[in-house]
């Protein structure tokens, strides 16, 4: 006989919702994959409606579409599915949009079969060898990459406005899509992008090539040309250690004009926030290539000692935190 419990008996939901995470991911990887997401682009659909278009069983089409809608990223009314705003404007395929599928491509073919060395990651606190024996093009890490980064630029331009500003320097960044999406929302904005490695003029819309000027020079070790009212360190701190971090962000305290702003667009941990997709990424660097998701607080140390003033931190939304300061 059962002894009588007093307590109620603890909810396990939110470990199987954490534990089945790798089969919501290969079901939107799949889904991705057989272009379901487009396949609904011109509007609902039944279940073998779906099924014909995208050309699988319907059996496959019925599954992957419940997961969809049970993740959000599709509903189910009146016997028909349709793309939620999300994977409408993502993975849709649609001319207009930023399209992600490529991201997606990328964490399924290269992230996803690398996070299986994780545990040995996290024993080491160092990368795990890539598996040679997975053969991958290499346009899947670049265009993957570049995916998620546009829409890391894209959703800085949505939340912080760069109306205020005339000219802004991106050093050592990872994509000038970030001082492009700056420059659509600002004609009067000039933006200089400065990387040590070269960049392809292609890759700057042809509409703002005229107010965005590439320079191949390392920000770390050669002069910055140019005063500028905002400085924008992206994607930057995760790559170097304390010191580098350091000089960055003295380098961009010397050419910003007195009572100018600093953008410092990365991950971050803060697990007073809830915000999980910062330890999240914070895994996928360890794992990856063994750089560094650094807390906030440490960051927020950084830019005491080297002459700014932090004024307030915006998590961007599947993104990363900017963290915005004043020259001081």
């Known amino acids: 006989m059962s002894p009588t419990r007093t307590t109620p ?7 199987v919702s954490v534990a089945t995470g790798f089969m919501a991911a290969k079901q939107l990887f799949a889904a991705s994959e057989v272009g379901l997401f487009a396949a609904l682009a011109d ?9 014909r278009r995208a050309g699988i069983p319907e059996r496959s ?34 001319k207009d949009g930023l399209d992600l599928r490529a991201f997606l491509t990328f964490w399924d073919a290269i992230s996803y079969p690398h996070w299986r060395s994780y545990t040995s990651s996290v024993r080491a606190a160092a990368p795990s060898p890539f598996d040679t024996t997975i053969s991958v093009a290499p346009a899947v890490f670049r265009d993957g990459v570049g995916a998620y980064n546009a829409l890391h630029a894209l959703m800085l331009a949505e939340h912080y406005d760069f109306g205020a500003h005339t000219r802004i320097a991106d050093l050592a960044g990872l994509s000038v899509e970030f001082v492009v999406q700056a420059a659509a929302r600002n004609p009067r904005l000039r933006a200089t992008f400065v990387t040590p490695q070269e960049t392809d003029p292609e890759s700057v819309d042809e509409r703002y090539r005229d107010r965005v000027e590439l320079r191949t020079a390392d920000p770390l070790t050669e002069p910055v040309e140019g005063t500028y009212d905002l400085v924008l360190l992206e994607h930057v701190a995760h790559r170097f ?36 997709i910062d330890p999240l990424l914070a895994g996928e660097y360890l794992v990856v290539d063994g750089t560094v998701v650094y807390p906030e607080d440490v960051a927020r140390g950084w830019l005491a000692e080297t002459g700014w ?19 001081v």
Do not use: C, H, K
């Not at 008996?9 to 470990?15: E, G, H, N």
């Not at 250690?241 to 100018?260: H, K, Q, S, T, Y």
């Not at 932090?310 to 020259?327: D, F, H, K």
């Open 61 to 94: 089409a019925r599954v992957l579409a419940d997961a969809m809608t049970g993740l959000g990223l599709l509903a189910f009314e009146e016997g028909r599915y349709r793309n939620e705003a999300a994977a409408g404007a993502y993975l849709a395929g649609g």
């Open 9 to 15: 008996v603890p909810d396990p939901s939110p470990i």
């Open 309 to 327: 003033r932090w004024l307030e931190t915006r998590p961007l939304p599947g993104s990363p935190r900017a963290l915005i300061a004043e020259a």
């Open 241 to 276: 250690d304390a010191d580098d971090n350091r000089a960055f962000l003295r380098r961009a305290r010397e050419i910003v004009e007195p009572g100018g702003r600093l953008l410092l667009v990365d991950f971050f941990l803060d697990p007073s926030d809830g915000r999980g």
């Open 43 to 51: 509007g609902p659909l039944t279940a073998a409606e779906l099924a």
